[in-house]
C-alpha cells in the first residue's frame, strides 16, 4: 500500500527506514519481503559514493516470502505496482528491499529475484538490500553495491547473528519514527493483530442497536439521518460523546442511503470530491454541520470508527467499514484499508464503493493519484460514486 508524501518522515538510511517499517505498514513483518520505492526526481543519479541522494517515498510494498525455489513469481507480482509508481514520477526509482526471517535458500531467490525485478526497468536502482532477523539486519545491497554474493548469504544465514550483523535502531533513537510514534502510528505485534482489531465485535453493543432500529421501524417519522450524522461527526472527529443505541441507529439506516455515505466521504476526503457534487447547497450544509473535517485522522479517528463498526449490527456494517477503509487508504494504513474493505465486501459481495477501493488498493494507486480521478469521472457522470466504482470495477 503506497503512502502520501504529506504523510511520510525524513528517514535517513536504510537502517532508519527499516526501523519506521512497523510503523509505517502497522505491524511488525515476519516472513516477507517488503519493498520501499522512492523517487529521486529530476536529480542526477548519484551512484557509488556520490553523496547522499533526496528521495520521496512513492509507495511501500509487503508480500509473503515464497517457499524455496518459487521465488519467481515475486518478480511478475511486483513489477506491475512498481512500474506503475514508476508512471506517476520522473527520474530515477530507489528500490530498498528488506527480507525478513528467510531461510538461506529463500533468501538467496528472493535477491535474485528483487535483482531480476530491477534489471527489466532501466529506471529502477537496487539501493539497499537488507536481510532482517528478529532486532538485527544484514547489508546484502549497500548504496547500490553488492557487498555480499549468494554463498556470503547462505552462510550469514546458517551460522547464526555474529558481530557483522548491526542492531535495528529503536524507535526514540530515530526522530522521524519518534515522531510517527507520537502521531498514533503504532506498530501490532503480526498482521493477524491488525485484521483482528479491524474485526472486533460488541455483539451486546449491536443488539443493543438492533433493537433501536426495531423501535425505529415501528415509527418510521422518527428516522432522523442527521442525528445519526452528527453522532458520527462527534464521535470520530472529537472523541465525545460516544453514540448511543438510538444513534448508532439512526446512523445505520442513514448509511445505507449511498448517497448519504458518499457525503461522509466527501467531508472527510474532500479531495476525492465535494459535498455540492452530490448534495443541494443546503443539505450540503447541513452535512458539512453534522460532519467536520478530520483535523488530524492519526489522532485516534480511525480507531473510533473502527469500534462504532463493532457495535452496528453486521449485516449493515459494509457501509461504515467502506468508509473506513477509505479513511485508512487516505492517511497510508494500507493493512488496515484492505482489511475494512474484505469485512464490507464479505458483509455485502458486490458492494461497489468497496469493489472500487479494492481495485485501487489492488493497483497501489496512492490518494493524491486516485483521488484526482475518481473526482473526474464523478463530474462527469453526475452520479453518486456507486456508479463510478461500477464503472471503474
Known amino acids: ?205 449491536s443488539a443493543a442497536t438492533s433493537l433501536a432500529i426495531d423501535v425505529l421501524a415501528l415509527d418510521p417519522d422518527r428516522c432522523r439521518p442527521v442525528v445519526g450524522l452528527e453522532a458520527l461527526g462527534s464521535w470520530v472527529v472529537h472523541g465525545t460523546p460516544e453514540p448511543t443505541a438510538h444513534q448508532r441507529a439512526q446512523l445505520a439506516l442513514a448509511l445505507q442511503d449511498r448517497w448519504l455515505r458518499d457525503a461522509v466521504l466527501a467531508s472527510w476526503s474532500p479531495r476525492l470530491f465535494q459535498l455540492e457534487d452530490i448534495l443541494s447547497p443546503q443539505e450540503a450544509e447541513e452535512v458539512r454541520r453534522a460532519v467536520p473535517p478530520l483535523r488530524d485522522p492519526h489522532e485516534g479517528a480511525l480507531d473510533r470508527l473502527l469500534a462504532l463498526c463493532a457495535k452496528v449490527p453486521a449485516e449493515l456494517t459494509a457501509p461504515l467499514y467502506t468508509v473506513a477503509g477509505f479513511l485508512a487508504w487516505s492517511v497510508g494504513e494500507g493493512t488496515v484499508a484492505n482489511e475494512a474493505v474484505d469485512v464490507a465486501l464479505e458483509v455485502e459481495p458486490g458492494y461497489r464503493m468497496a469493489t472500487l477501493l479494492q481495485a485501487v488498493l489492488a493497483h497501489g494507486l496512492p490518494p493524491w493519484a486516485a483521488e484526482a480521478a475518481v473526482a473526474r469521472a464523478a463530474a462527469s457522470t453526475g452520479d453518486n460514486l456507486d456508479e463510478v466504482a461500477d464503472g471503474a470495477a
Open 1 to 205: 500500500m503506497e503512502k502520501p508524501q504529506s504523510s511520510m518522515p525524513v528517514l535517513a538510511g536504510a537502517a532508519h527506514v527499516l526501523a519506521g517499517l512497523p510503523h509505517l505498514i502497522g505491524y511488525h513483518p515476519s516472513r516477507s519481503l517488503v519493498l520501499v520505492v522512492s523517487a529521486v526526481g529530476d536529480q542526477p543519479p548519484s551512484r557509488s559514493g556520490g553523496g547522499p541522494v533526496r528521495a520521496e517515498v512513492q509507495m511501500t510494498v509487503r508480500l509473503d516470502l515464497p517457499p524455496a525455489g518459487h521465488a519467481g513469481r515475486l518478480a511478475h507480482d511486483l513489477a506491475g505496482p512498481v512500474g506503475r509508481a514508476g508512471a506517476r514520477s520522473r527520474g530515477d526509482l530507489l528500490v530498498h528491499a528488506f527480507v525478513f526471517d528467510a531461510d538461506p535458500p529463500v533468501a538467496v531467490d528472493v535477491v535474485e529475484a528483487v535483482h531480476r525485478l530491477v534489471d527489466v526497468d532501466g529506471r529502477l536502482r537496487l539501493h539497499d538490500l537488507l536481510l532482517v532477523s528478529g532486532d538485527r539486519y544484514l547489508a546484502v545491497v549497500e548504496r547500490e553495491e553488492r557487498v555480499l554474493d549468494d554463498d556470503e548469504v547462505t552462510a550469514a544465514l546458517t551460522c547464526g547473528l555474529t558481530s557483522d550483523w548491526s542492531k535495528v535502531p529503536s524507535a526514540a533513537d530515530v526522530p522521524a519514527v519518534a515522531d510517527l510514534v507520537l502521531r498514533g502510528r503504532g506498530a501490532a505485534a503480526s498482521r493477524e493483530d491488525v485484521a483482528a482489531a479491524v474485526r472486533r465485535r460488541d455483539e451486546r453493543a
